[in-house]
T-cell receptor, first 114, second 115 residues
Framework: AQSVTQLGSHVSVSEGALVLLRCNYSSSVPPYLFWYVQYPNQGLQLLLKYTSAATLVKGINGFEAEFKKSETSFHLTKPSAHMSDAAEYFCAVSDNTNAGKSTFGDGTTLTVKP | EAGVTQSPTHLIKTRGQQATLRCSPISGHTSVYWYQQALGLGLQFLLWYDEGEERNRGNFPPRFSGRQFPNYSSELNVNALELEDSALYLC??????????????FGPGTRLLVL
């Protein structure tokens, strides 16, 4: 069975500071991992995904994530936070044992202080 | 290129009624996914349709059902509504039926309120 744990339901950073959102996963087979962002009253937008190619994945809006198999982690980072990054972020995992199903974490709300 | 569209944006029903939610995928996409985002429960996978067939479903009772039409649009039906069905229902589409690693593109959702 697959599962995702996002550590920290709320993260607050100052504008210009490093953003680090944590995600740990569990999967019995090689996983596919995703980060999505959700702005208020909108659907989810894909930031980046890992599908067993390079372990460091670069996404949109300056975000990147590193797949670490030994730590079963896929943390999302951005060197310098912008006010526009304030949103809710979801980590998701899928694998070939349960086709079409993505399992999402509970989400992390990012607040960016001026 | 138009994104995933969902209708209606808001829906208010009373307990025991039926709700029908609609989703139009991105042009050229054959797979449609439905998710429930309830307060405090996160995003839960509901259903996956591809090429008109139900391919997978999450851990939801049979009163949650749906279908996919020949033009790949989809309907989600919720029968015998219960208060806890109140949630944001998100539809997503992907290019093909490979499913697992496909990028899913999400619509804005339908907010269902059951009174």
């Amino acid at each position: 069975a697959q599962s995702v744990t996002q550590l920290g339901s709320h993260v607050s950073v100052s504008e210009g500071a490093l953003v680090l959102l944590r995600c740990n996963y569990s999967s019995s087979v090689p996983p596919y991992l995703f980060w999505y962002v959700q702005y208020p009253n909108q659907g989810l937008q894909l930031l980046l995904k890992y599908t067993s190619a390079a372990t460091l994945v670069k996404g949109i809006n300056g975000f990147e994530a590193e797949f670490k198999k030994s730590e079963t982690s896929f943390h999302l980072t951005k060197p310098s936070a912008h006010m526009s990054d304030a949103a809710e972020y979801f980590c998701a995992v899928s694998d070939n044992t349960n086709a079409g199903k993505s399992t999402f974490g509970d989400g992390t709300t990012l607040t960016v202080k001026p | 290129e138009a994104g995933v569209t969902q209708s209606p944006t808001h829906l208010i029903k009373t307990r025991g009624q039926q709700a029908t939610l609609r989703c139009s995928p991105i042009s050229g996409h054959t797979s449609v996914y439905w998710y429930q985002q309830a307060l405090g429960l996160g995003l839960q996978f509901l259903l996956w349709y591809d090429e008109g067939e139900e391919r997978n479903r999450g851990n939801f009772p049979p009163r949650f059902s749906g279908r996919q039409f020949p033009n790949y649009s989809s309907e989600l039906n919720v029968n015998a509504l219960e208060l806890e069905d109140s949630a944001l229902y998100l539809c997503a589409s992907s290019l093909s039926g490979r499913g697992t690693q496909e990028t899913q593109y999400f619509g804005p959702g339908t907010r269902l309120l059951v009174l």
